[in-house]
């Protein structure tokens, strides 16, 4: 299913592209300028199962997008510019913003040497158990289990069920049955039970996953000494806030900003919603984050920044750089707003 959605999105922006339609679309749907939305910076892996591949882009592709930019103009900023801009109603110039979630090793060791060659900032958010090492990355986790395993066992909707892995499509449909299936438990402590359980079933190091990709605290130390480096916070566990007691909800939004402040003796004052979307992040969660004191917060819905957008400034959307849409051509499709207003359904802002 996942993959016949890919290729109606690619479908999609090859139309536009090749339609010319997004250049009619830009005065409409382009605003003021653009939050792109990146994880992993990483050269591509030769495994033939990569299921989490959408999370992931190459330096090359960072450098192209970043060409593109710099060669139409416009501006690329810092989380902090962005927010002075939208306070200011300084719309003068288009502008760009790179941020990068959950504080990966790799945005450091690959994304950072193409950010310099630009002179170009990029904003990690960072969710502090991540930092610490002790952090749960399940969708890693289940990755390296069905990649393994010619066969899986969960107990789905209380239903002992056996899955078949033995071959690569195999493997794809299961990573999305049991993805879909862990994100729809009531909470992060039933994730962790059945990711953990998998995880002993098959052999697979769970807590060493996190300590694999991500930067520790000495790490990140070093890695937001660079003036191009804005560290926000990205809560605690990296949990779906939604799901969450208020108080519990508060405590990881406002807790993972002093772990961070306290850890790397500088201010936190941006903040990412782990999953992002409508059902990880809404009106409370936007209210938590203000009252939190952070000056921004980003979600994973689709679509530009407006002048509007000054008055929603912690339900901010973004640009997704997925992985699985790495084609130049699609560059000037993303820059105008015109692919994320099909996928918002054409509203210019999305914080209800």
């Known amino acids: 299913m996942k993959q016949f959605r890919n290729n109606v999105i690619r479908a999609g922006l090859e139309a536009l592209y090749f339609t010319g339609a997004h250049h009619l679309m830009r005065p409409l749907f382009a605003g003021v300028g653009a939050i792109f ?29 970043l060409w593109h930019l710099r060669s139409h103009g416009i501006d690329i900023v810092t989380m902090d510019e962005v927010h002075q801009r939208l306070t200011d109603r300084n719309f003068s110039r288009r502008f760009a913003c790179f941020t990068l979630d959950d504080g990966y090793r790799d945005n450091r060791d690959f994304a950072l040497p193409v950010m310099r060659e630009f002179d170009a900032p990029l904003n990690v958010y960072v969710a502090s158990d991540f930092a610490e090492g002790t952090g749960r990355l399940w969708w890693a986790a289940l990755e390296r289990v069905i990649a393994g395993a010619s066969s899986i066992e969960a107990a789905i909707g209380d239903v002992a069920t056996r899955i078949d892995t033995s071959t690569i499509a195999a493997k794809q449909e299961a990573f999305e049955r049991m993805h879909d299936w862990l994100r729809s438990l009531p909470g992060e402590p039933d994730v962790a039970r059945e990711i953990s359980a998998l995880c002993l ?106 002048p509007e957008s000054a008055d929603h400034l912690t339900a901010l959307q973004r640009v997704s750089l997925n992985g699985n849409f790495q084609d130049a051509r699609f560059l000037p499709v993303l820059t105008s707003g015109a692919a994320t207003a099909f996928g918002n359904g054409f509203r210019r802002i999305d914080a209800a």
Request: charged share 25%.
């Open 37 to 65: 939305m990146l994880h992993h910076v990483r050269p591509r892996g030769d495994a033939d199962f990569q299921p989490n591949y959408h999370l992931e882009v190459t330096p090359e592709f960072l450098r192209r997008m």
């Open 201 to 306: 079933r098959h052999g697979v190091d769970e807590a060493a996953i996190c300590r694999e990709l991500c930067m520790s605290w000495d790490e990140l130390r070093a890695f937001a000494a660079d003036p191009l480096v804005t560290i926000g916070a990205h809560t605690i566990t990296h949990c779906n806030l939604a799901r969450q007691t208020e108080e519990t909800a508060a405590h990881e939004i406002a807790a993972s900003r002093a772990r961070i402040e306290s850890a790397l003796q500088r201010p936190v004052l941006h903040f990412a919603y782990p999953y992002g979307d409508r059902i990880a992040a809404g009106p409370r969660e936007f209210a938590l984050a203000r009252a939190s004191g952070f000056k921004t917060a980003v979600t994973t819905r689709p679509g530009m920044i407006f």
